[in-house]
């Protein structure tokens, strides 16, 4: 089943075609891939299936329903969740106090909610702390917890997006470059921990640029040209389509 479907999505910003009628399907369960030259609009794109951006046209449909007229925050709160490019972690707040407040932030949360501390909030507040340690464990930042964001190495800084991403018990998350600027040792480390997710019922799309990670981690692959769609299928059936490598080479 797809989890996430969008048909027909246009976006232009003055005269230039972003994304130029693309059409992506996500299944249920999986880890699918978005790969493209630069500018061939797959960050628009993300911008427009999480709602950050509104279409010009097109539909998106996520669980089944048309999420194209919420907001992000309504979009976060039904199981739609993503990252960026450049991890936009606090730096002066510690790690831990980032993964709290990301599920306020993502789900729109009210402020008065979090100084009001009324005993039920103050339990919620507490199961989240508790819910927030388990994921920093189970993505080895469990030892930074108390450290500024800040301090954290470019790959800690992917891992702490994922956690903050994970932190709204998302069925979706879009997933922007995981592992650029990241050493070697970590991304190894970040795929891994993608994959336990991925195992654990979560289903993943995944902007990325080394090629090495998406034929490890994706199940299938969506290519973008120019803001259109220009193949898709499995790992080796895109990378070796002529028509794919013509568009990197063309580049
Ligand atoms: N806010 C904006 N205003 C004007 N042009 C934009 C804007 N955002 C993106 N673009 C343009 O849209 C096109 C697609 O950009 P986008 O960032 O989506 O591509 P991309 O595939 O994610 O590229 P990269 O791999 O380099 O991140 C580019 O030509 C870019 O310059």
Known sequence: MALLTAT?????????RAVDAASIEVPEGSITGLIGPNGA???????????????????????????????????????????FQVARVLSRLSVLENML???????????????????????????????????LESIGLAHKAHDYAGSLSGGQRKLLELGRALMVKPRLILLDEPAAGVNPTLINQICEH??????????????????????????????????????????????????????????
């Open 101 to 135: 407040l990301a599920a306020q932030e993502q789900t729109g949360e009210k402020f008065w909610n979090v100084w009001w501390r009324s005993p039920r909030i103050a339990q919620e507040e507490e199961a989240q702390r508790e819910y927030a340690w388990n994921i």
């Open 41 to 83: 609009g797959k960050t628009t794109l993300f911008n427009l299936l999480s709602m950050f951006l509104r279409p010009d046209s097109g539909e998106v449909q996520f669980a089944e329903e048309p999420i194209h007229e919420l907001q992000p925050h309504q979009v976060a709160q039904r199981g739609l969740v993503r990252t």
């Open 8 to 16: 027909q999505l246009t976006k232009t910003f003055g005269g230039i």
């Open 194 to 251: 993608i994959q336990a997710w991925n195992r654990q019922g979560i289903t993943f799309l995944v902007i990325e640029h080394n090629m090495d990670v998406v034929m490890s981690l994706c199940d299938r692959v969506w290519v973008m040209a120019e803001g259109r769609n220009l193949a898709s299928g499995t790992p080796e059936e895109v990378q070796n389509n002529p028509l794919v490598l013509e568009a990197y080479l063309g580049q």
